[in-house]
Every structure is written in structure tokens, then in C-alpha cells.
């Protein structure tokens, strides 16, 4: 069973930087793809971006430029750096494994995920 564990939540003030971490388990790690998915408070889940099973990340445009998704297969751990950090990045981070490749409108769906992590939580003050 595929396990998940995201680590790195905290709060930072507008212009910091968190890095998300996602330890995974019990899966051939290579190949799944894996996405990064966040959720404010009264809004719907909204998919960040992924690395899909051949390497290709993919970034909402709401994080382009800002948010980097890179993995350590080695470490089976998958990470989420944030910069630039703006008050509406608010929420709880989750970390999610599917099977790929996904490619782009597929891998920020969450209906194509069947493992999730329990979240960690990001808050951005202004």
C-alpha cells in the first residue's frame, strides 16, 4: 500500500520560502507520477503541479516561476519549493501518487490520484 507523508508546512511572511517535502513508500516509485495539490479554506482542491513518471514537471500558472516540484528517487521523496510566498498560498499541501504518465491536464486533477498524504499546512501573512 502506498504510503505518504508530506513534512516542511509552517508560517512565513509574504516574500518567504517553505520547502514541502513527501516521503513515499510501498510503491515502485518511477513509476508513478506525483502531484502537489493545495486547499484554502471554503475553496475546492486545487492542483499546484506534478512530476510525471518520465521527469516533466508541470505548475499551475498561479505558481509558475515560484514553485519548483523536484524528487530524490534515491530518498523516494518528493518536494515542493516555494518561493515568493503570497498570502493567497495559503492552505494545506497534499502530496498525491498516480499512475503515469499523466501529462498536463490530467496530473493537477485530482480525480487522477489514488493516494494522498495527510497534508501539511502553509500560511502566508501580509
Known amino acids: 500500500q502506498v504510503q505518504l507523508v508530506e513534512s516542511g508546512g509552517g508560517s512565513v511572511q509574504a516574500g518567504g520560502s517553505l520547502r514541502l517535502s513527501c516521503a513515499a513508500s510501498?510503491?515502485?516509485?518511477?513509476?508513478?507520477?506525483m502531484g502537489w495539490f493545495r486547499q484554502a479554506p471554503g475553496k475546492e482542491r486545487e492542483g499546484v503541479g506534478g512530476?510525471?513518471?518520465?521527469?516533466?514537471?508541470y505548475y499551475a500558472d498561479s505558481v509558475k516561476g515560484r514553485f519548483t516540484i523536484s524528487k530524490d528517487n534515491a530518498k523516494n521523496t518528493l518536494y515542493l519549493q516555494m518561493n515568493s510566498l503570497k498570502p493567497e498560498d495559503t492552505g494545506m499541501y497534499y502530496c498525491?501518487?498516480?499512475?503515469?504518465?499523466?501529462?498536463?491536464?490530467?496530473?493537477?486533477?485530482?480525480?487522477?490520484?489514488?493516494?494522498w498524504g495527510q497534508g501539511t499546512q502553509v500560511t502566508v501573512s501580509s
Open positions: 498525491a501518487a498516480g499512475i503515469g504518465p499523466m501529462g498536463w491536464v490530467r496530473i493537477v486533477d485530482s480525480y487522477e490520484y489514488n493516494d
Open positions: 510501498g510503491y515502485t516509485y518511477s513509476n508513478y507520477c
Open positions: 512530476i510525471d513518471s518520465d521527469g516533466t514537471t
